[in-house]
């Protein structure tokens, strides 16, 4: 499941955030999964994010690593991509490329910032546990790829060892507090 889609005629890439009523401005047979080109439906509760999903009897047939992406992952992915450049400066003129096929390493970044000068910057929202074995080897991955990497670890992914690993090893990790970040969102809306 996913935030983005292709216009099969355009192949222009589709953000379901952009619209209001997914399911009143895009026609479905429009859409198609911008990884594998398979058929796509919307899921759009009342309550729940809008997102894209393959039929469930037939997924993705692209055999990249991505993560599993619960609500949350879903909502931290679209606000890191919409607001990350109102707060930081540098990324003012980044262009964010949300669920981006990195083809060298055969992953999907959650985000990837393009800047005009051509460097990429993955952003990746680890919520799920992992280790720091596997930060190090998907962090690897993205760089022998030429693309860097910025992590931010929320729920369990969240632990001292990860954060001091990052720190000691990449200088830098950022933290998500989902109830603390869903409030202050929801409090805006
Ligand atoms: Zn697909």
Known sequence: MGLVAKN????????????????????????????????LIIKAGLVRIKHFSHKPNSPCSCDYERHPESEEHL??????????????????????????????????ADIVFAFPSGWLVAHEIQLSS????????????????????????????DTETNRQWLYKNYGECYTLDWDEVHKICTEND
């Not at 355009?10 to 911008?34: Q, W």
């Not at 919409?82 to 999907?108: D, G, M, W």
């Open 8 to 39: 099969k005629h355009t192949n222009e890439l589709v953000y379901i955030f952009d619209y209001k009523n997914p399911r009143s401005e895009l026609k479905k047979d429009d859409l198609l999964c911008h990884l594998c080109g398979g058929e």
């Open 75 to 108: 909502f931290f992915k679209r606000l890191i991509a919409t607001q990350l450049s109102s707060e930081f400066e540098e990324y003012l003129n980044a262009k964010p490329l949300l669920e981006y096929p990195v083809h060298e390493v055969h992953r999907v």
């Open 130 to 157: 992992i280790t720091t074995e596997q930060l190090e080897r998907r962090t690897n991955d993205y760089r022998n790829a030429g693309v860097d990497v910025i992590w931010w670890l929320g729920k369990s992914a």
